[in-house]
T-cell receptor, first 114, second 112 residues
């Protein structure tokens, strides 16, 4: 059982609202990731982090921002939600051993912006 | 664009049959990983094969890696209805090993 948690699981929110999706892991992993996935579609890497105070943008351009102030916490923020942000957001973490380790995923946050 | 691409996009088989799916990638890698996703939930790691390995087994799973062709295959033998899921390959380039990227996935349906 992976010790990585995402909250909330489901969120329905109005256009223009600011939202923060939470992701926490208790495994002490340095690397963390955020992916965006539409139903039945591929995962798009939107942000990743090598450790505290490290954040990088992924391949998919995203209006979201992330922060990594603590090892265990990697929240994702949308300053002004829009219907185009409706999607599932998956958080993951892995150990920092030159990439040769598996990633553990949270259960995801399904976001709907109305 | 994503690092890996799966083929086929979808696969429908009966219980007891084998399921084979392929993954192609674009850059040099340290390893290639396969994951499984049930009904849009979080992904679960299945197997990791390093760039210096050619084949790896785990239970009913067999993975091959051909770095010269930049491709990998996942074989599920004697499939069960519980194997119904989407399967994804994932890679990270050697010059940016923190950037773990996934392909589009193969949707596998196993009917009793």
């Amino acid at each position: 059982e992976a010790d990585i948690y995402q909250t909330p699981r489901y969120l329905v929110i109005g256009t223009g609202k600011k939202i923060t999706l939470e992701c926490s892991q208790t495994m002490g992993h340095d690397k963390m990731y955020w992916y965006q996935q539409d139903p039945g579609m591929e995962l798009h890497l939107i942000h990743y982090s090598y450790g505290v105070n490290s954040t990088e943008k992924g391949d998919l351009s995203s209006e979201s921002t992330v922060s990594r102030i603590r090892t265990e916490h990697f929240p994702l923020t949308l300053e002004s939600a829009r219907p185009s942000h409706t999607s599932q957001y998956l958080c993951a973490s892995s150990e920092s051993i030159q990439g040769n380790t598996e990633a553990f995923f949270g259960q995801g946050t399904r976001l709907t912006v109305v | 664009s994503q690092q890996g691409e799966e083929d086929p996009q979808a696969l429908s088989i009966q219980e007891g049959e084998n399921a084979t799916m392929n993954c192609s990638y674009k850059t040099s890698i340290n390893n290639l990983q396969w994951y499984r996703q049930n009904s849009g939930r979080g992904l679960v790691h299945l197997i990791l094969i390093r760039s210096n390995e050619r084949e790896k087994h785990s239970g009913r799973l067999r993975v091959t890696l051909d770095t010269s062709k930049k491709s990998s295959s996942l074989l599920i033998t004697a499939s069960r209805a519980a194997d119904t899921a989407s399967y994804f390959c994932a890679t990270a380039p050697t010059d940016n090993w923190g950037k773990l990227q996934f392909g589009a996935g193969t949707q596998v349906v196993v009917t009793p």
